[in-house]
Nanobody, 115 residues
Framework: QVQLVESGGGLVQPGGSLTLSCTAP????????VAWYRQAPGSQRELVAS???????NYRDSVKGRFAISRNNTLKTLYLQMDSLKSEDTAVYYC?????????WGQGTQVTVSS
């Protein structure tokens, strides 16, 4: 089973920024749909942003204008730039890569927004 490797989480003050990275060492990364999910304590996992191999990215309403998903197909890496962070963004963030019937998840990285 291929393991996606995440990095970039941490503690940040409200209004601050963080960038998450996720490396997916798979041959068909450029053809995959990539996404970021998050799960806060006591809540279900929710989709934050997704980026198809072709087309526009999509974002949940609460992060529009603050978060940006991007990808580097040469490095087989996806990113989540998070700006103007709020306390309600606190969660474990998971990267996700889908190609056909193959679905891969990262191990999760904690993002805590607190003063």
């Amino acid at each position: 089973q291929v393991q996606l490797v995440e990095s970039g989480g941490g503690l940040v003050q409200p209004g601050g920024s963080l960038t998450l990275s996720c490396t997916a060492p798979i041959n068909r990364f450029s053809l995959s749909t990539v996404a970021w999910y998050r799960q806060a304590p006591g809540s279900q996992r929710e989709l934050v942003a997704s980026s198809p191999n072709f087309g526009r990215a999509n974002y949940r309403d609460s992060v529009k204008g603050r978060f940006a998903i991007s990808r580097n197909n040469t490095l087989k890496t996806l990113y989540l730039q998070m700006d103007s962070l709020k306390s309600e963004d606190t969660a474990v963030y998971y990267c996700n890569v889908k190609y056909g019937s193959v679905v891969l998840w990262g191990q999760g990285t904690q993002v805590t927004v607190s003063s």
